[in-house]
């Protein structure tokens, strides 16, 4: 087979790794269709417990990606999540160059 | 060794985006907030076709007065400000209702979810609504030409436009409820139309319930989809109520 027959995927490393981990990633793609969100909302649309969702949020307001904010409702604490600036512009970032590569391989 | 689909692969980041775009119709409340539109835009269109039907027997409310009347071009042109006002309110109106229900009915079942008021939806929900009401609205149109001896072309328009719309935005976004509403909303509104019976040629449509042989009865279409989307309405709030979003 011809060596120029390969797909290009020097890009792949170029990924931005806290995203591209699955838990991660399905918080910022449910956050993305959305202005905010709270805990309960991600935890059905991501299917992620109850521990794994708060530490992987935890890590994304670290980097700034998400927003995170304590209220009450009446006398229940609500946590609430919204995606940053710059969280919308990595996972759009994230997004195209996945697609991208997927695109070279023929998926 | 497993072959990787790289195919599901790729669409995994956007399954869980249409998941928490879906939440803004799962729970019904928005289907009965576009009832109630319909329900005014279809009075709105039936006082607008007694202003524009010749001759004019009565005027329709608000324009009867007191043995004073105004000329058709100033009532229909302020009857379309009056659209525009009205469009605006209710919108404005709705948003905050529909919150704030959100908050009280659905949220305490499965989450509390902001959508932004213009909603990003998928390109590809976009072609598959042009696709299927342009198809859909030229293939009637020429059948009514056929049958009836004319268009009947701002009813098949508000017809087409509504079934269309539901039936991309349950294809894209997995509503089942949507396709059923699309497609009894198409159909009852034809069936609807060809009943040409109590008006005629010469006389025209005398009211929102007789359609007129050449123009139907667009107020018709508009009720028929308002009452589909109260019955749409009421299955998405019980279906998330009973815990069961995200049913398929």
Same mark, same amino acid.
């Given at each position: 087979?011809?060596?120029?027959?390969?797909?290009?995927?020097?890009?792949?490393?170029?990924?931005?790794?806290?995203?591209?981990?699955?838990?991660?990633?399905?918080?910022?793609?449910?956050?993305?269709?959305?202005?905010?969100?709270?805990?309960?909302?991600?935890?059905?649309?991501?299917?992620?417990?109850?521990?794994?969702?708060?530490?992987?949020?935890?890590?994304?307001?670290?980097?700034?990606?998400?927003?995170?904010?304590?209220?009450?409702?009446?006398?229940?604490?609500?946590?609430?999540?919204?995606? +940053?600036?710059?969280?919308?512009?990595?996972?759009?970032?994230?997004?195209?160059?996945?697609?991208?590569?997927?695109?070279?391989?023929?998926? | 060794?497993?072959?990787?689909?790289? #195919?599901?692969?790729?669409?995994?980041?956007?399954?869980?985006?249409?998941?928490?775009?879906?939440?803004?119709?799962?729970?019904?409340?928005?289907?009965?907030?576009?009832?109630?539109?319909?329900?005014?835009?279809?009075?709105?269109?039936?006082?607008?076709?007694?202003?524009?039907?010749?001759?004019?027997?009565?005027?329709?409310?608000?324009?009867?007065?007191? *043995?004073?009347?105004?000329?058709?071009?100033?009532?229909?042109?302020?009857?379309?400000?009056?659209?525009?006002?009205?469009?605006?309110?209710?919108?404005?109106?709705?948003?905050?209702?529909?919150?704030?229900?959100?908050? #009280?009915?659905?949220?305490?079942?499965? *989450? @509390?979810?902001?959508?932004?008021?213009?909603? #990003?939806?998928?390109?590809?929900?976009?072609? +598959?609504?042009?696709?299927?009401?342009?198809?859909?609205?030229?293939?009637? @149109?020429?059948?009514?030409?056929?049958?009836?001896?004319?268009?009947?072309?701002?009813?098949?328009?508000?017809?087409?436009?509504?079934?269309?719309?539901?039936?991309?935005?349950?294809?894209?976004?997995?509503?089942?409820?949507?396709?059923?509403?699309?497609?009894?909303?198409?159909?009852?509104?034809?069936?609807?139309?060809?009943?040409?019976?109590?008006?005629?040629?010469?006389?025209?449509?005398?009211?929102?319930?007789?359609?007129?042989?050449?123009? *139907?009865?667009?107020?018709?279409?508009?009720?028929?989809?308002?009452?589909?989307?109260?019955?749409?309405?009421?299955?998405?709030?019980?279906?998330? #109520?009973?815990?069961?979003?995200?049913?398929?």
């Amino acid at each position: 087979m011809a060596q120029n027959s390969y797909p290009d995927l020097s890009d792949l490393t170029e990924v931005d790794r806290l995203i591209h981990e699955p838990a991660r990633m399905a918080i910022m793609a449910a956050l993305i269709g959305c202005d905010s969100a709270d805990f309960r909302f991600l935890l059905n649309v991501t299917g992620l417990t109850k521990g794994n969702l708060s530490a992987h949020a935890s890590k994304l307001e670290e980097a700034g990606y998400l927003q995170i904010r304590k209220s009450f409702r009446g006398k229940v604490p609500q946590t609430t999540y919204s995606l +940053t600036r710059s969280g919308r512009a990595a996972f759009g970032a994230y997004r195209a160059k996945l697609k991208a590569m997927l695109g070279a391989l023929g998926g | 060794m497993e072959r990787v689909d790289w #195919r599901k692969v790729a669409v995994a980041p956007e399954e869980y985006t249409r998941r928490t775009v879906r939440a803004f119709w799962e729970d019904g409340l928005w289907d009965f907030a576009t009832g109630g539109a319909l329900l005014l835009m279809g009075w709105w269109l039936d006082v607008l076709r007694q202003l524009m039907s010749f001759p004019i027997w009565t005027w329709p409310w608000p324009f009867r007065g007191p *043995g004073q009347h105004f000329d058709t071009s100033w009532q229909v042109s302020a009857w379309s400000l009056a659209a525009v006002v009205g469009t605006a309110v209710y919108a404005w109106l709705a948003w905050r209702v529909v919150l704030w229900l959100k908050e #009280r009915w659905v949220a305490p079942h499965i *989450g @509390s979810v902001r959508h932004p008021f213009f909603l #990003r939806l998928e390109p590809r929900f976009l072609f +598959t609504y042009l696709g299927l009401d342009l198809a859909s609205l030229a293939l009637l @149109s020429l059948l009514f030409d056929w049958l009836k001896g004319g268009p009947h072309f701002l009813s098949l328009t508000i017809a087409t436009a509504f079934s269309a719309a539901y039936l991309a935005l349950g294809h894209t976004y997995r509503l089942p409820r949507y396709v059923v509403l699309s497609v009894l909303g198409l159909l009852s509104s034809v069936a609807l139309e060809l009943n040409t019976y109590p008006a005629s040629y010469q006389r025209g449509a005398m009211s929102a319930w007789e359609v007129d042989p050449f123009a *139907g009865s667009p107020a018709l279409a508009c009720l028929t989809f308002a009452v589909l989307l109260v019955g749409s309405g009421v299955v998405g709030l019980l279906s998330v #109520r009973r815990g069961e979003y995200g049913a398929e």
